[in-house]
T-cell receptor, first 115, second 113 residues
Framework: NAGVTQTPKFRILKIGQSMTLQCTQD?????MYWYRQDPGMGLKLIYY???????DKGEVPNGYNVSRSTTEDFPLRLELAAPSQTSVYFC??????????????FGQGTRLTVV | GENVEQHPSTLSVQEGDSAVIKCTYS??????FPWYKQELGKGPQLIID?????GEKKDQRIAVTLNKTAKHFSLHITETQPEDSAVYFC????????????FGTGTQLKVEL
């Protein structure tokens, strides 16, 4: 199993450009998440999905969009990059069934700089 | 929504000493409390977790305690080793609502020789 795979690992964007951060998992997890991590601030939830075709906003969704057309993939889209979106982005997945859930598995992260 | 506070933000211990990191949460409905270790340049990795029907859980040198009444939980690392040096995050979530994890702000642990 590869687990959670994120691409790219690093990216520099100019203000106003757009890009998609890719995330795929091969564990057949139903829940997937996007977090951003800023220095000294922990991880903040951007968007999440409880299954294919279902997405919902997290704590800091402005400036981002997501889609979940398959169980495996959960891409994060930045339409008009701004310096405030400079951060490290982590994708995570979890399986939840009934009252139980697995741990959340995280990808290696994408370090994004907007200049 | 849930709010998780974590202390201290940095912690330096001598090799072999114990380290304790504390977190408090605000949502009394939270019932799952994981701890993650993040090494430089990597994603967070689960080291131990506890559910609200348990007061303490141990795994070798690592233990977590939970006080539901006071809404706080702690990570205890005994006999610290240099490889324990990393950033540690606590988190909390409730069963519904997408099982969203709310994270603390992290503790940079440094184990000195």
């Amino acid at each position: 199993n590869a687990g959670v795979t994120q691409t790219p690992k690093f990216r520099i964007l100019k203000i106003g450009q757009s890009m998609t951060l890719q995330c795929t998992q091969d564990m057949n997890h139903n829940y997937m998440y996007w977090y951003r991590q800023d220095p000294g601030m922990g991880l903040k939830l951007i968007y999440y999905s409880v299954g294919a075709g279902i997405t919902d906003k997290g704590e800091v969704p402005n400036g981002y969009n997501v889609s979940r057309s398959t169980t495996e993939d959960f891409p994060l889209r930045l339409e008009l990059a701004a310096p405030s979106q400079t951060s490290v982005y982590f994708c995570a997945s979890m399986y939840k069934g009934g009252d139980t859930n697995t741990e959340a598995f995280f990808g290696q992260g994408t370090r994004l700089t907007v200049v | 929504g849930e709010n998780v506070e974590q202390h201290p933000s940095t912690l330096s211990v001598q090799e072999g000493d114990s380290a304790v990191i504390k977190c408090t949460y605000s949502d009394s409905a939270s019932n799952y409390f994981p701890w993650y270790k993040q090494e430089l340049g990597k994603g967070p990795q689960l080291i131990i977790d506890i559910r609200s029907n348990v007061g303490e859980k141990k795994d070798q040198r690592i233990a977590v305690t939970l006080n539901k009444t006071a809404k706080h939980f702690s990570l205890h690392i005994t006999e610290t080793q240099p490889e324990d040096s990393a950033v540690y995050f606590c988190a909390a979530s409730r069963g519904g609502g997408g099982n969203k994890l709310t994270f603390g702000t992290g503790t940079q642990l440094k184990v000195e020789l």
